[in-house]
């Protein structure tokens, strides 16, 4: 009797945080519905009030003009390489690095790694006046490769991969190496394929990174066909142009794939997430 | 002789592997690092430099904008955080143990606007809080409320920028608490409930000390992504109204690419850098005890 009284309690204070839980993730995602729903309004609509909560006529000429008048169709294009060629170099260079901080031996590897894990919080925004000069001096102002190179020198990924080259046993690389492997052979060819889940969740999270990241493309990408898809859209914002609507649909441009990448690799964000922070 | 040009060739190996990584990670945050340094040591016009000492630090602490950033900063930080852990733990703590298509349906509809990222987010509160056709000053009017500019006015300003970087963020630290409170073994929750502990306890008791490493986790990462605030207070306050919402990020970016004070701004870096290095102490110590 009394186990069950107490028990009927434990759940009246559980639902009443489960009611408050899921009434605010609708309400955290209504301004995406907003969003969505304004971009689909014409001009005049979309500034109406009392708003239509739903779109009475809906019109998709706001994002005929986002790529007609400005060079979105060249930001997304801008914004896809970056993210790929970055998180490619990251993958190859972090885990080359990794596999020789967890596998090989070598003078002052010790040293280098906790140099290389020192510098994980620290955000290269803070450096940004040096790191900008570098970039000037290399005549990367402007270019893609400007907004590559620097995101790939973040130690993050050879901390991640470490963990799962750590998770391989010694005896597999020596097998290989009286077998008369290389060293890169070895890692290239027996190694790696072993660490396919880590490579997955860094490439995931290393792309919404990049895609995600801003300001240091928007220091970059100064002319309006070096912009990436996040700068451009964010320029709609401070253009004269009163149109909302048009500016709701830059915006929807822009989330739209991150929300796709969400929707199919949710797994890896949930995995490669917590990776990192078991390991911190 | 032999056994030396194994050891020799073992290390050549090694040095391999790591040096493109290296190299990279020299050019790009070592030397930026130590040329910010000295940056903020010189006072810059284009291309000549003059040594000043302290001088950029001096010029700072005198500078009311600077300082008010800095306030505002640390306001922001110790706001945006701990709201973050609170709410990030009683969603995470209600909701881990439930169905698994429930704790990722919450889980999804909380992350959701950090995939979709911060700048979209502000464009869309922009637009929702805009005066003069926004549907929140809408809202506002509807119920007679004295302010309708949220984003005008310097005593509101900062509490808005506080729920939208926490609305639109608090999704990651609830990702990392699931996580973390799933893997926590069921037996110890049971003990408890035999001995007829009730929810409340087993959550104070058992599971918040826990899951502490993460809450450490989660504490440092809020702390250094709200210090470089930057994306929400371009797109919805441009640092307004009369700098009550100038951040230091906000601040070093005009220096330097705005006012060109390279100068000044290397030296906000440089504070910037120090800061965010003795933060991450702890979290580097937890780290170098597993290893």
Known sequence: MIKNKN???????????????????????????????????NSSDVIKMPPDWFPKTMTFSNYVDVFQNQPALKWT??????????????????SMAAYAF????????????????????????????????IIQDFGMVNSLNGMIWPNVATAFG????????DAIPDSLREAARIDGAGEFYTFYKIIMPIVKPGIGALFILNFVQVWNDYLWQLVVGQDANSKTLMVGIASLMQDLNPNFAYKMAGATVAAVPMLLIFIFFQKYFTKGLAIGAEKG | MKFNKHVLKENLTGYMFIAPQLILFLVFLVYPIIEGIRLSLYRINYTNEVFVGFENYEKLFQNPVFIKATFNTVFFVICIVALTVIFALFVSAAIFDKNAKYVSFIRGAYYIPVMVSMVVMSMIWSFLLNPANGLIPYIAQQMEMSTINFLGNPKTVLPVIIFVTFATNVGQAIILYIASMIGVPKELFEAAEVDGASRMTIIFKILIPLVKPTTIYIIIMNIIAVLKIFVVIQLLTGGGPNNSSNTLMWFLYNNAFKFNQLGIASAVGVIMFLITLVLSVPQLRAMFKKE
């Open chain 1, 7 to 41: 028990k009927r309690k434990r759940e009246k204070v559980d639902v009443i945080a489960n009611v408050i839980i899921v009434f605010f993730a609708i309400l955290n995602l209504f301004p995406l519905y907003w969003l969505f729903t304004s971009s689909l309004k």
């Open chain 1, 77 to 94: 294009l801008n914004s896809i390489m970056v993210s790929l060629i970055t998180t490619i170099a990251v993958i190859v260079f972090s």
């Open chain 1, 102 to 133: 967890s596998k090989l031996k070598f003078k002052g590897k010790n040293f280098i790694y906790i140099i290389f894990i020192s510098s994980l919080m620290i955000p290269k925004e803070v450096m940004i006046v040096p790191l900008f000069r």
């Open chain 1, 158 to 165: 050879v901390f991640l991969l470490k963990g799962f080259f």
